[in-house]
């Protein structure tokens, strides 16, 4: 990289710690913390919804599969607006009852606190190793940009984003957030310009593509093992995006942050829109990376935009564009932290403690952040040792164990809405029997490969499918068990209560 690259990406880092110091004024309880006291506004919510979906690694590999294939991704991604639509409407209100400060407060007023802490630990394990291995990830097309190692990588990206998180809890999140979404998509937008001509302009890169048919987008073929198709984008995207909008803590944070019910729809239904045409972007990208000739078969997929903007792209320009995936992989990261804090500090110590002092809460959030911060680092650096830091495969299975857990999260709170007779211990049973099976269904590919050949057809399940089988799962052995080992009736309470 040249000077003027490098001195982009500094500035881009000085400015990220800036905002944290300066957002950092007047926190006095964990409500400013980890909430932003309850005073952060929609449009703001909502560019750091999109900003925290976002690795670097989507930003990398998006491209390629717009350049290998065509545009029956956004199918799932307009499935994720119609998941989102429906947490706005069923799920979102409960959040607004009371003063709930994490996504599994809920579930202890239904359910009482062992399922709360139940949910919560579940998320916990599931988000902290997904979001370690989304770090370790992020740090293999940054160390190929930036000549650096990927221990380094990980090293640099984890300690100034620890740094702007630990200081400025949620608020500076979010406004980092915001910054990095516009850095990457003015990158994304700069790309796509420069890649449109030189395949000799806009008009003629769509007549090529067209040509090529890579410009189609719905598949309405039936089935359960192609991974990108109508029905499986739509129900498995929009159960998919539920389950993350509406039950994972790294979102529900910042809608419990809004001033509003009426705020936080209009954050989670709008991230929904801006997310399908980001998708759009970049798979354009990678459709006019085609047209232009910079996608040669021998390259690999995942190294097609980053040789793009490492050979193509003018200095300065190509700067911005590391920082924009720096800013994917920093968001990503932040918004781990301060999920994993909130919910460790109010959903397990202070639950298991009986401790309620703002004051004293906000200390131990601060100290529990770093030392999700760190770990994470550290994680991230062992998925690295033990994949060899080229094994892309062990990459993208340990980014799908968030997935799996999701339809077990998701059934948890749709049985929140069941008769009196449903208890805590019944959606312990379904939700912990769904993931084992879930677990079982992810690996079955593998254990068919080793021998156990029956396994096949399970192996072949599409991922969309992943959440709506989850889902089910859970729904039936929590009815199953609350029929099987019913409540006393002396013991039920009324609906009323």
């Known amino acids: 990289m ?3 690259d490098i001195a982009v990406i500094a500035v881009y880092f000085i400015a990220t710690l800036g905002v944290g110091f300066w957002v950092s004024r007047g926190q006095k309880s964990t409500a400013d913390y980890f909430l932003g006291a309850r005073n952060l506004p929609a449009w703001a919510v909502m560019l750091s919804i999109v900003a925290t979906e976002t690795s670097a690694l989507t930003v990398i590999s998006v491209p390629g599969i717009g350049a290998r294939g065509d545009l029956t991704f956004l199918q799932l991604p307009i499935g994720y607006l119609f998941g989102r639509m429906g947490v706005a409407i069923w799920l979102l209100p409960g959040y607004f009852r009371g003063e709930q400060e994490t996504a599994y407060a809920r579930l202890e007023s239904r359910f009482g606190p062992p399922t709360r802490r139940m949910i919560s630990l579940v998320f916990l394990v599931t988000r902290f190793l997904g979001d370690g291995v989304r770090v370790f990830a992020g740090a293999i097309p940054l160390s190929l940009l930036t000549g650096w190692t990927i221990p380094t990588a990980i090293i640099v990206l984890g300690t100034i984003t620890l740094l702007y998180t ?6 500076a999140v979010i406004w980092a957030d915001v910054v990095q979404l516009c850095v990457y998509l003015a990158g994304g ?3 796509l310009m420069i890649a449109t001509g030189i395949a000799g302009g806009a008009s003629h890169a769509i007549s090529m593509a067209d040509a090529a048919h890579k410009l189609h987008l719905f598949d309405f073929q039936l089935s359960l093992t192609a991974p990108y198709t109508f029905l499986g984008g739509l129900i498995g995207g929009a159960l ?3 389950a993350s909008h509406g039950t994972d803590h790294v979102i529900v944070q910042r809608l419990l942050g809004t001033r509003s019910l009426r705020d936080a729809r209009i954050a989670i239904v709008g991230s929904g829109v801006i997310v399908i045409l980001q998708f759009l972007l970049f798979l354009l990208v990678g459709v006019a990376l085609w047209a232009s000739g910079n996608a040669p078969a021998d390259l690999p997929r ?3 935009f980053g040789q793009f903007i490492l050979h193509h792209l ?3 320009l190509s700067g911005l564009v590391i920082a924009g995936i720096l800013a994917a992989a920093m968001s990503s990261h932040s918004s781990a932290i301060s999920a994993l804090a909130s919910s460790f500090t109010h959903d397990q110590y202070a639950s298991w403690t009986g401790e309620r002092d703002p004051a004293k809460l906000l200390r131990v959030g601060r100290i529990v952040s770093f030392v999700w911060g760190t770990a994470l680092i550290a994680i991230a650096i062992a998925f690295h040792v033990w994949a060899g830091g080229t094994n892309t495969p062990v990459v993208v299975t340990a980014l799908s164990i968030a997935s799996v ?8 709170y749709i049985l929140t809405g069941a008769g009196p007779q449903m208890t805590g211990r019944d959606v312990i049973i379904g939700t912990s029997t769904a993931m084992a099976i879930m677990l079982f269904t992810f690996f079955a590919s593998r254990l068919a490969a080793a021998g156990f050949t029956s396994l096949t057809p399970l192996g072949k399940l599409a991922f969309p499918w992943y959440v709506p089988m989850g889902m089910c799962l859970t729904l039936l052995v929590a009815f199953v068990s609350s029929r099987l080992f019913p409540r006393p009736k ?3 309470p009324s609906l009323a209560s």
Not at 166 to 171: A, E, H, L
Not at 405 to 412: E, S
């Open 2 to 4: 040249s000077p003027i």
């Open 166 to 171: 630990w200081i400025g809890g949620i608020k």
């Open 189 to 191: 937008i700069a790309a």
């Open 240 to 242: 998919l995006s539920a």
């Open 302 to 304: 995942d190294e097609i």
């Open 314 to 316: 003018p200095v300065g």
């Open 405 to 412: 857990a999701y339809g077990a999260l998701l059934g948890a």
């Open 490 to 492: 002396s013991q039920v």
